[in-house]
C-alpha cells in the first residue's frame, strides 16, 4: 500500500512568466493563470487566449518568475 505524503505548505501552480513576443521580438511579463487577453505593448499581437484555467501562451517562454 502506497503511502500518501501531505502537503505542508501547498504552493500556487500559477506563475509569472517572461515571454517573448514572435513578431517582434518584445519581452513582456504575463501571468500564466490570465483570464484576459493580454497584447504586445509595441506591435498588439496577442499572447495569450484565455482557456478558464492556465492560459495558452502563443510566444516563446524566456524564463519563469519567483
Do not use: D, W
Amino acid at each position: 500500500m502506497k503511502a500518501k505524503f501531505k502537503v505542508l505548505i501547498p504552493e500556487p501552480k500559477s506563475k509569472f512568466l517572461r515571454v517573448k513576443c514572435p513578431n517582434c521580438g518584445n519581452e513582456q511579463t504575463i501571468f500564466s493563470h490570465s483570464t484576459f487577453p493580454v497584447r504586445c505593448l509595441s506591435c498588439g499581437t496577442q499572447l495569450i487566449y484565455s482557456r478558464g484555467g492556465k492560459a495558452k501562451i502563443v510566444g516563446e517562454v524566456v524564463r519563469i518568475l519567483g
